[in-house]
């Protein structure tokens, strides 16, 4: 089977003098797996400095789904290494992105070039932006 995931998006920016509309977008995309895992972890409490995220239930991650639910704060997501977080994302109050997530994350790396190997852990992190305490971010994940 193809086409079992369908994204639709476009971005409208008005302030001042900028009025940006983009077109509507869409797409299909594939799920490879032959049986499908998720959704996965579902919603997960932030502690201040952050959490890595579960997700030992997919095989190889694919699709998911980020939905900041806190009110008022803010939300990084980004990759920890096991000793320096390296923030991509940022998710406001009530903001949900969807993104495949690489099928390298939550796997042990090296990487060479720079004379140094490192063999840490990637994992998906999440930590709030300021050092207060934040309610829940769902995150669902699918199996790729």
Known sequence: MANEISFRSSVNIKKGKLDY???PTSFNADIVASVIKGPTPGAISIPIGGVA?????????????FHNQDDTEWVEVG?????IFHPLLELGPGECY???????????????????????INDLWVKPLLAVPL??????????
């Open 53 to 65: 995220v579960d997700l030992s239930q997919l095989g190889t991650p694919g699709v998911a789904w």
């Open 21 to 23: 509309r983009s077109s």
């Open 79 to 83: 990759i920890h290494d096991g000793s």
């Open 98 to 120: 969807p993104v495949r997530l690489s099928r390298h994350l939550n796997m042990r790396e090296t990487v060479t070039g720079t004379g140094t190997i490192s063999t840490e």
């Open 135 to 144: 309610g829940q971010v769902t995150i669902h994940a699918f199996e790729r």
